[in-house]
Each structure stands twice: as C-alpha cells, then as structure tokens.
T-cell receptor, first 119, second 116 residues
Framework: GQQLNQSPQSMFIQEGEDVSMNCTSSSIFNTWLWYKQDPGEGPVLLIALYKAGELTSNGRLTAQFGITRKDSFLNISASIPSDVGIYFCAGEIVGPYMYSGGGADGLTFGKGTHLIIQP | NAGVMQNPRHLVRRRGQEARLRCSPMKGHSHVYWYRQLPEEGLKFMVYLQKENIIDESGMPKERFSAEFPKEGPSILRIQQVVRGDSAAYFC??????????????FGPGTRLTVL
C-alpha cells in the first residue's frame, strides 16, 4: 500500500519562528491534505490541495502540492503558542477510479510532526 | 451545524468482550470512513461505507471487526472478542460526496478504546 514519509518527526522552535515540514511518497496522490491534531481530539483539516503545483494559504499557513504529485510541504509563519500540536499530512486517491468498481481508498496518513514551541 | 459525532468518547473493555463504536456523520454527508490510531502513529484507514453499503474494507482486520452504516442511525464499528492489541483511538470521518473537490473528510473526536 501507499506510504507517506513525513519529516521532521518533531520540531522545537522559539515563538515567532517560521516552521516548515514536508511529506514525500513513492506513490502518486491526487489530493494532499494537512491536518492538525490536539491531544485527545480528532484531526482538524487545515489545508486541502487538489491540483499539482497548487499553492494555498490559510492565514499564517501555506501548503503546496508538488508537481510530481508525490510530495507536499506545509509552512507556518510567525509561530504562536497555539500552533503546538501534531501535524499530519494525508494523501488521497480520488477521481474516476472510484466509479470504476475498483473501490475507494481512504486517506493515507504520515506519522506526524510534533511541533513544540518554547516561549 | 454539528460536526461529526462519535460516542462513547472513552470505552473500557475486558479481553473477550465486545466493543461498539458509533459515528454520526455531519449533516448532509453520506460517506463514512473509519480509522485507527495507535499511540505516536498516524491514522490508518480501516473501512469506507455509504448508506447500507461497504465500499472498501481493505484496511479492516479479517476477523472480529465489522462495520455497518444502516439506512437510519449512526455508523457502527463493532469489535468482537477484543484483545489488548485493539486498544487504540478509533476515528470516524465523513464527507459529502467523494470523487469531487468537495470530498474532504471531516473527523470526529474519536473513541479511545482501552482493553484490560
């Protein structure tokens, strides 16, 4: 099955610094998603990317869908304490495949990047 | 507009008992996905359902696990004869209609299953 390699595994940064994390895959995905998970909660969608090369922003967050469809990165600018948490990338195969009787895969998740911010 | 709801939030079972986890999708969503998350790991896909149909159960263990999404009521993930290795957080996600740009999955808060 598909696997996503997410890095770094953890980050210790100072408040106000910029953050960058990425995911790579040996398989092609048609959709890339970035989620944030707080302790004891479910993942919350941050950014969704649907086209290769797409660059999308959501406030201080920016994410890009790699041209090869095998990678994506997430940047957080000017980090603040509430940015602390675990960030997951996820890839999805959608489109004609789902209507061909071949079934549908769920999301494939990376193992997460733990973001820790030191005041 | 209520989000995805899961209950119970925490469930404790002894080995050999049955666990039933419930998921109510967001209003207007007819597609449900179940995932399992072990500590310090990402989520692993288990099963994808539409109303009254299992579309993809490729991530579901072959034995003891089953899922349903009846015409009325929540989706249920059922684990029979639980073992300690079943201890994990189980998340449900819903989407309106996959295969389109609006098919983003929204997650519930999860059910944390502990098997003693």
């Amino acid at each position: 099955g598909q696997q996503l390699n997410q890095s770094p595994q953890s980050m210790f940064i100072q408040e106000g610094e910029d953050v960058s994390m990425n995911c790579t895959s040996s398989s092609i995905f048609n959709t890339w998603l970035w989620y944030k998970q707080d302790p004891g909660e479910g993942p919350v969608l941050l950014i969704a990317l649907y086209k290769a090369g797409e660059l999308t922003s959501n406030g201080r967050l920016t994410a890009q869908f790699g041209i090869t469809r095998k990678d994506s990165f997430l940047n957080i600018s000017a980090s603040i304490p509430s940015d602390v948490g675990i960030y997951f990338c996820a890839g999805e195969i959608v489109g004609p495949y789902m209507y061909s009787g071949g079934g549908a895969d769920g999301l494939t998740f990376g193992k997460g990047t733990h973001l820790i911010i030191q005041p | 507009n209520a989000g995805v709801m899961q209950n119970p939030r925490h469930l404790v079972r002894r080995r050999g008992q049955e666990a039933r986890l419930r998921c109510s999708p967001m209003k207007g969503h007819s597609h449900v996905y179940w995932y399992r998350q072990l500590p310090e790991e990402g989520l692993k896909f288990m099963v994808y359902l539409q109303k009254e149909n299992i579309i993809d159960e490729s991530g579901m263990p072959k034995e003891r696990f089953s899922a349903e999404f009846p015409k009325e009521g929540p989706s249920i993930l059922r684990i029979q004869q639980v073992v300690r290795g079943d201890s994990a957080a189980y998340f449900c996600a819903s989407s309106p209609l996959p295969g389109q740009s609006t098919d983003t999955q929204y997650f519930g808060p999860g059910t944390r299953l502990t098997v003693l």
